[in-house]
Every structure is written in structure tokens, then in C-alpha cells.
């Protein structure tokens, strides 16, 4: 018997989705990924703090709590839930055929909300201290308590490098924007708002060897690219601005994607290419990659495919 929803992914636009599509007697199934593209439950559960969910005045919720939030409420009306990697899909007959490491199954529509990855560096002591003074999102992250007044560094060269060192600039002590050639590749005018900012400063041709600390981020080695020289710079934060990755990879090329891979959809909805496919959440979103606008998009997604099973008179 076949679905009458799936969705694939399980950060704030699937679960979103879920509650939505449950609520909507779709008994939708949620397929959350097991390692593909990180964690289930998408860059949350690498949040230890979120301060800026709406709902949660007493000091916010780690990302990982608010995960299984999201999971159990999405349950309680009736969505259920499997932990398996989405290998790939077949969108040429209906309905849909979506194949996992577990299973196969059939759909008549396809929620996709996989997120996006922040590219990372890989320095040695990144994973031992990542979200501990390690960030990918300073407008997520930024405001803590454990980054005020500190010095912050931020890697990077594009916009969305200048635009968190300028971000951080509300909260810290003094910002350094680490970037490995010898000018900013973000545009002119993002360029003369750091360059002339009294608290930014960049170090040219430099690159993050590794990062410092026990339990938490004290430091950071840094390289010259032309020089080989090598130093540490005591800090209280390291924010990667780096950009992200889609996980679209398993698609096939079946649905119309931008040129970074991000899927497109129909302007102020989530219709894709394909019709009876929706997406949603990062996946879709290059500007502002937010929880908050994620799980918006997922609520659209999930009113848009239940219109569309009604008007296939699929109910």
C-alpha cells in the first residue's frame, strides 16, 4: 500500500511538515536520515544552545532537546518514523518509489527537506570542540553569553564572512576575519563596511591550523599561506563562514536545481519541478537558514501537498 505522504529529512521543515501532515490524517512518514548529511535532526543537534526560538523565555533550549520536541509532537499525531539514509528516489512513474538502506517505499507525494551541510575544515581538534567556541552560524549562535566581549575570529572571505564578523561585532571584544588570500572575494560595499570597521580586522594570506582547548575553545593556530609562519590567537570563539552544501545528491538530477544545488520551487511556495514533490527548509534557503523560517517552509509544504493529494482526490 502506498503512502499518501513521505518526508524525507528530520531538522525543523520535516518535522514541521509532519506535524502538519499527521494533524491532516495524512499519516505521514518520516524518513530522517541516519548519517547522510549529518545527524537526524539536522544542524540543531549540534546546537547547544537555541536562544532564538520563539516559545522559550527562560534561557532557550539546546538544539537537541527542541529536536525531540519537534519528533515527539509530531508522533503524538500520528507520524511515524524511521532512522534510514535515503539512497535515492524514482520520480519517472507514480506513485514515487523512494529507496532506503532498509526499505522501499512508495509515495504519492514527497516532502524533501534534507537541509543543507556547513562546510567544515576538518582542523584536528574541530570535532572534539565543535559547538564548545566552534560555530557555523554566528546569527545563530553569536548572541550567547559564552562570546560576549571575547575575541571572535571568523573564516572565511565572501559575504556571509563579512556580514557575521559585522554581525559579531555587537557582542564581542574584537573580530578577526582569518581569510587565505590577500582580498575579500565579498563585494565592494560589504568590503568597505569591515575594512573600516574599528573592531574587524583581517589577517591576509592566513589559514586556521587547529584550534585550542580542553573542554572549550581558548585559541587558535594560525598559518601564513606565503610566509609558513605560524602563531596562536587567544580567543573565545572560531565562527566558519565557509557555506554550506545541499543534500541533494541522492535526487539524480530528477528535480530542476539552481546552479549550487539548491532545489527550486515555485516563487512563494513549495512546488518543485516535479509535480506532487515539495520542498522545504534549507534545502531551499541559501539566505537565511534559520530554524524559525525552516519550520515555516515545512508548514507550507505540507498545506501544499495536502491540497494537492485532495486534488488528486487522494484523501
Aim: charged share 25%; hydrophobic share 40%.
Amino acid at each position: 500500500m502506498s503512502e499518501k505522504v513521505t518526508i524525507i529529512g528530520s531538522g525543523p521543515a520535516g518535522f514541521t511538515a509532519a506535524i502538519y501532515a499527521a494533524r491532516a490524517n495524512l499519516e505521514p512518514l518520516v524518513l530522517e536520515g541516519f548519517t547522510a548529511g549529518g545527524i537526524p535532526g539536522g544542524q540543531l543537534m549540534t546546537t547547544t544552545e537555541v536562544e532564538n526560538y520563539p516559545g522559550f523565555p527562560d534561557g532557550g533550549i539546546s538544539g537537541p532537546d527542541l529536536m525531540d520536541r519537534f519528533r515527539r509532537q509530531a508522533q503524538e499525531f500520528g507520524a511515524r518514523s524511521a532512522q534510514e539514509d535515503v539512497t535515492e528516489v524514482d520520480l519517472s512513474r507514480r506513485p514515487f518509489r523512494v529507496r532506503t538502506s532498509e526499505q522501499e517505499v512508495e509515495t504519492h507525494a514527497l516532502i524533501i527537506a534534507t537541509g543543507a551541510t556547513a562546510k567544515r575544515l576538518g582542523v584536528p581538534r574541530e570535532e572534539k570542540l565543535w559547538s564548545r567556541g566552534m560555530s557555523a552560524c554566528a546569527i545563530c549562535d553569536g548572541a550567547l553569553p559564552m562570546f560576549r566581549k571575547k575575541v571572535l575570529l571568523v573564516i572565511g572571505g565572501g559575504d556571509s564572512a563579512v556580514e557575521e564578523a559585522t554581525y559579531l561585532t555587537k557582542f564581542a571584544a574584537k573580530v578577526y576575519i582569518v581569510h587565505r588570500r590577500d582580498e575579500l572575494r565579498a563585494s565592494k560595499i560589504m568590503q568597505k563596511r569591515a575594512l573600516e570597521h574599528p573592531k574587524i580586522e583581517v589577517l591576509w594570506d592566513t589559514v586556521l591550523v587547529d584550534v585550542l582547548g580542553d573542554d572549550v575553545l581558548s585559541g587558535a593556530r594560525l598559518k601564513n599561506v606565503k610566509t609558513g609562519e605560524e602563531r596562536v590567537v587567544e580567543c573565545g570563539g572560531v565562527f566558519y563562514a565557509l557555506g554550506h552544501i545541499p543534500n541533494t545528491g541522492f535526487l539524480g538530477g530528477q528535480i530542476e536545481l539552481d546552479e549550487k544545488g539548491y532545489i527550486l520551487v515555485k516563487p512563494g511556495r513549495t512546488r518543485t519541478s516535479v509535480e506532487g514533490v515539495f520542498a522545504c527548509g534549507d534545502v531551499i534557503d541559501k539566505v537565511y537558514r534559520q530554524a524559525i523560517t525552516a519550520a515555516g517552509t515545512g508548514c507550507a509544504a505540507a498545506l501544499d501537498a495536502e491540497r494537492w493529494l485532495g486534488e488528486q482526490g487522494i484523501d
